[in-house]
């Protein structure tokens, strides 16, 4: 790989060429969010004065929004920099300070009469605005006084201490001790190591890491227990003082999603479970195994075939893997590029990991730490499917509606690995090469569909015991955890798996996984009909990357081609799946 110092880093001087310009925008902000409180109590005056306060709630987001990005990721370039770090807590302060002028808005919203409100719907005057407030009036019977709002505004970060606590103990106490690798290496063991010790070649490290974790978190189970009970507590009471049916339906309420897209989602992988059981067959096999463990399926099956990646290379790979989605995107894609978005090295004091970010007035600016390996490839593409969703939102909506929904954001991205994928193995016909590359794309389907459905599966019954006033004991959890880790894997499996549920951060997010699992059966259904169909699907998908906001989720995907309230999707992305194990049978 080429020197770090010279890969490309992105440039944030497009933003605000000195910290100065920031200072002063960050000085705006107040003075922007007082012009919003003064339109309190003077919404029903007139159409013109909903809008007018529509309009300053907007140029104070779009600034708030350009500010925060710009410190954040300052921040992010060098975490030890006290001034990046100082400027991000500035900016946070400053939010929770103005919080107050703009609590009142929905309520008063609301409370406008039936025949004014009917009358603005009508207006040319709020035309621009129809739909938010549309969606203001769904929420009507959700939505509590201003003193009530108030109230739980105050009380939303003690509402949030069991996951605050979760992670102060998941991250911060909790210490797992040292350990060697099979190369013979003592490492420490942590949340970021683990997985490197899940992927060793050596089974007797990986069983060792695996239950020195879980022995760790079996100490505390009943603490992680008792924060767990007490976070889907709070989604229970929160959804009943709302007078939501449950918490599920609260939580699908902001998407316009029906229960029946998220229970119909289990069922149709449970339909395809043996798909799963299948390819765990074929890991056995390949790994000379007598039984398989939960410890044996991160491993590379074939670590020799690992390929390594200049940047150069691995640029040049995503482009030429993208070529499928055409002319105009791919000219975006050079924008990327060119115009210097993305971050590239791994260094002292930067951020780990990566993402795509940046706002309406920004580039949608990707971090990386690069390192070269195939995985690293996959997230160029993957982060870049997220950065080009944004540049096609951001360039044909108007600000108010651009920001697309989490429920729609992983499609995009997981499209290009999708495409990625096909790609690498159109292009090879080593066996070997061939064979990892397949396994490789079913452990992303296993790990995104599979394993994240069984997450919200999990979710879902825990919620259910919080409904029926049902403590969440230690017991309870580990019981149910591991009867359906045995029903998805198929694997009478070391008994600590029954713990994982101790150390997943999403279980904690409030029903937000299964996105993950329609996302990617979305992506598989769109990249296989741009391969197949060409310029149909792709008017289509370019339908889904400029939409941002302006429509709903569901509308937005079945306009791209994808009908989500239907089980074909997922159906067909692990049917998919189901191919790639055939493949795979057939070489191994």
Not at 399 to 427: D, M, P, Q, R, W
Not at 507 to 520: D, E, I, R, S
Request: proline share 4%; hydrophobic share 35%.
């Amino acid at each position: 790989m080429s020197d770090k110092k010279q890969l490309p880093t992105w440039d944030l001087e497009a933003i605000y060429p000195t910290t100065k310009a920031w200072e002063e925008d960050f000085a705006k902000l107040k003075g922007l969010a007082e012009a919003c409180l003064a339109f309190k109590g003077k919404l029903a005056k007139s159409a013109k004065t909903l809008r007018d306060c529509y309009e300053a709630m907007d140029a104070y987001g779009r600034l708030c929004e350009k500010v925060y990005v710009y410190a954040s990721m300052k921040s992010d370039e060098n975490t030890l920099d006290s001034e990046n770090r100082g400027r991000v807590g500035r900016i946070e302060s400053l939010f929770a300070e103005l919080a107050p002028c703009f609590a009142w808005f929905d309520p008063e919203l609301l409370a406008i009469p039936s025949k004014t409100m009917d009358a603005y719907l009508k207006s040319d005057t709020l035309s621009f605005y129809k739909r938010s407030i549309q969606e203001a009036l769904r929420g009507r019977e959700h939505t509590l006084s201003e003193p009530e709002e108030r109230l739980l505004g105050m009380y939303s970060e003690v509402l949030g201490a069991p996951e605050s606590t979760f992670s102060i103990l998941n991250d911060g106490d909790l210490t797992f001790g040292k350990l060697k690798n099979g190369a013979g290496e003592t490492m420490e063991l942590t949340h970021g190591t683990y997985h490197l010790f899940m992927e060793d070649a050596d089974r007797d490290v990986r069983k060792a890491a695996f239950r020195k974790l879980y022995t760790t978190y079996k100490k505390y189970r009943n603490t992680f227990a008792t924060t767990l009970d007490f976070a889907v507590k709070s989604h229970a009471v929160s959804a009943n003082v709302r007078h939501f049916p449950s918490a599920l339906n609260a939580a699908l309420f902001g998407d316009k999603v029906p229960e029946s897209v998220y229970r119909q989602l289990i069922e149709t992988v449970h339909s395809r479970v043996p798909h799963l059981k299948r390819y765990l067959e074929v890991r056995r096999k390949m790994l000379k195994l007598d039984k398989l463990d939960m410890y044996d399926v991160y491993n590379p099956l074939l670590p020799s075939c690992r390929c390594h990646y200049t940047w150069e290379e691995a640029m040049k790979t995503v482009k030429a893997a993208l070529k499928p989605m055409g002319k105009e995107y791919c000219d975006a894609l050079e924008l990327a590029f060119k115009q210097r978005w993305i971050d590239v090295p791994e260094r002292k004091g930067k951020r780990s990991g990566g993402y795509s970010g940046g706002c309406y007035d920004t580039y949608p600016y990707i971090l990386l730490n690069f390192q070269g390996t195939l995985d690293d490839v996959f997230t160029l593409a993957h982060e870049l499917g997220h950065s080009l969703h944004s540049y096609y939102s951001r360039k044909y909506q108007p600000y108010h509606y651009h920001g697309y929904k989490i429920f729609v954001a992983e499609v995009a991205s997981t499209t290009n690995e999708i495409l990625l994928a096909e790609y690498l193995l159109a292009k090879t016909k080593d066996k070997d090469v061939r064979t990892y590359l397949l396994c490789h794309l079913a452990d992303e389907i296993r790990l995104t569909i599979y394993r994240q459905t069984m997450f919200a599966e999990f979710e879902l019954k825990i919620h259910e015991h919080a409904e029926r006033h049902e403590p969440l004991t230690a017991d309870l959890l580990e019981s149910e955890y591991y009867d359906m880790n045995e029903f998805y894997h198929g694997l009478k499996a070391d008994k600590l798996i029954g713990l994982e549920w101790a150390r997943i951060p999403h279980m904690y997010y409030n029903f937000y996984v299964y996105k993950y699992a329609t996302g990617m059966s979305a992506a598989i259904q769109l990249a296989n009909r741009i391969l197949k169909e060409g310029k149909p699907a792709l008017d289509d998908y370019f339908g889904f990357l400029k939409a941002g906001g302006s429509r709903d989720v569901l509308d937005i995907m079945r306009g791209a081609g994808v009908d989500l309230e239907k089980p074909e999707p997922v159906a067909a992305a692990l049917d998919y799946f189901g191919t790639i194990v055939d493949r795979l049978e057939k070489l191994c």
